[in-house]
């Protein structure tokens, strides 16, 4: 499954921005999806991941309460919801669609098929 993030771009701190993700190539409603953020020089870390069906959603703890994961399965898209932002929220975001999704490894990059081409979100304070 090829996929297209959008929606970064600068906002102050305590906004809020959506992210979307667009998938093509393959039947979307058959992968769970996630979405990670990379800061400059660090590795790839965990935001949230959806499952197949939407009925499942997972999230770091540094987002809980603030973000929302969502998906809508006649569009292709999954979108990440952020609000109340913060400076350190301030990365690269990827979207990745994993095709047997399992609950105990949702937050491995390892575990993901695909990957898009990211996003950038800068949080100023």
């Known amino acids: 499954v090829q996929l297209q993030a959008s929606g970064g771009g600068l906002v102050q701190a305590g906004g809020s921005l959506r992210l979307s993700c667009v998938a093509s190539?393959?039947?979307?409603?058959?992968?769970?999806m996630g979405w990670f953020r990379q800061y400059v020089g660090k590795e790839r870390e965990f935001v949230a991941h959806?499952?197949?069906?939407?009925?499942?959603?997972y999230y770091a703890d540094s987002v809980k309460g603030r973000f929302t994961i969502s998906r809508d399965n006649a569009k292709n898209t999954v979108y990440l919801q952020m609000n109340s932002l913060k400076p350190e929220d301030t990365a690269v975001y990827y979207c990745?669609?994993?095709?047997?999704?399992?609950?105990?490894?949702?937050?491995?990059?390892?575990?993901?098929?695909?990957w898009g081409q990211g996003t950038l979100v800068t949080v100023s304070s």
């Open positions: 190539g393959r039947t979307f409603s058959n992968y769970g």
């Open positions: 959806i499952s197949r069906s939407g009925g499942s959603t």
């Open positions: 990745a669609a994993v095709r047997f999704p399992v609950a105990s490894r949702v937050d491995s990059v390892s575990f993901y098929d695909s």
